[in-house]
């Protein structure tokens, strides 16, 4: 069961194969988790999968992608142009960590006039500031047309293959604002042009393995507080903890994450550090978790796994957009099940018997 929104690859209940697995490395899980995918595409859809999957780093899907679910069937990706216009006027207003990205759509027909003036005033809604070039190098318009020095215009048409109709996107502003912006202009515009029935998986590796909860000013586990560090990185845990990174890894099919892992930790010493690092002190840590500390005292191979949504996987072998059309008694999107009705009400008995109360709405 999962307690969470219903999005349409999400239900409140779903079926998960799970793997574990003793002294294995993450290589070790990715290979025998693509080997199995290859072999349901070949069975089911008379599909060749082609592997090893492509792997991509973190940093390298955000910086990309916008998105650490990228989907690769979209062969654009985010450039940082930053350099590029350190000494022009664009953007308008500049701080110390503006930074400058484009997307380059080599055909841009769907791109009106007003879907690019839409656009500048969602941007502006973001606290980011748009701008375009449309057309050939011959012949373009553009809002930042006798702005910008011609060295520059220059610059950019020798990048980018300019044709009649293709536009360069250009965006400013704070670096995660900046990416989730046109990480979903990408995928936006880039799903109008994929060919139904292709299958692009890749892996994403190497994710943060804390992040700064600025309410409680303390770090959180990104995964959960097992996942192990990469080796290299366990200097920096006391030092710099926002530089380590995960053995963590997630297969991801068309834009969609499709099963997680990661490599556990087996050393005492090694997960009490992370739950300190985790603001818990040693009563905290005894009161939750002692009994997992003292078996790992006993002794535990090194282990890992990893977690594959069945459900969602089905969704997109079936080419279906909600994980709705592929399971049995879906849920609304208000978590009612049309067909049986619930969830429906329980009685002053039952209730009592597992010893809940109600409480009354505030």
């Known amino acids: 069961f999962r307690d969470e929104d219903l999005r349409s690859d999400r239900q409140p209940e779903f079926t998960q194969i799970d793997i574990e697995m003793s002294f294995v490395d993450a290589l070790d899980v990715m290979r025998l988790t693509e080997n199995m995918i290859a072999c349901l595409f070949e069975e089911v859809l008379g599909r060749s999968v082609e592997t090893p999957f492509p792997v991509l780093r973190y940093h390298e899907a955000m910086e990309k992608y916008g998105v650490d679910k990228p989907d690769l069937r979209i062969p654009i990706t985010i450039d940082d142009l930053t350099d590029i216009f350190q000494e022009e006027p664009f953007p308008p207003q500049r701080e110390p960590e503006t930074r400058v990205k484009a997307l380059f759509f080599p055909e841009g027909e769907t791109f009106s006039r007003k879907k690019l003036d839409t656009l500048t005033q969602e941007a502006k809604s973001k606290n980011l500031s748009l701008s375009w070039i449309k057309g050939s190098s011959t012949e373009w318009t553009s809002p930042l047309k006798g702005k910008l020095k011609e060295s520059t215009f220059t ?48 892996w994403v590796v190497d994710f943060p393995l804390f992040e700064w909860n600025d309410e409680e000013k303390r770090w959180d586990s990104v995964h959960h507080p097992f996942t192990a560090p990469l080796d290299e990185d366990l200097p920096l845990l006391e030092e710099n903890p926002a530089s380590v990174r995960a053995k963590a890894y997630d297969v991801v099919l068309n834009g969609y994450e499709v099963g997680g892992g990661s490599i556990r930790i087996h050393d005492t010493n090694l997960q009490q550090t992370i739950f300190r690092l985790l603001n818990l002190d040693e009563q905290a840590i005894q009161e939750k978790f002692g009994f997992f500390v003292e078996a790992l005292r006993y002794g535990c191979p090194p282990h890992g796994g990893i977690a594959l949504g069945f459900d969602r996987l089905v969704m997109l072998m079936c080419g279906e957009d909600s994980i709705r059309e592929v399971i049995p008694f879906p849920k609304t999107q208000k978590g009612v099940c049309l067909l049986t009705g619930a969830p429906s009400r329980v009685t002053e008995e039952q209730l009592r018997i597992l010893g809940i109360r109600i409480a009354e709405e505030i």
């Open 155 to 202: 610059t950019l048409f020798g990048r980018y293959q300019f044709r009649e109709n293709s536009v360069l996107l250009l965006a400013s502003g704070k670096r995660d604002r900046l990416l989730e912006f046109l990480g979903g202009v990408r995928l936006q515009i880039g799903k109008e042009k994929v060919c139904p029935g292709d299958f692009r998986f890749c």
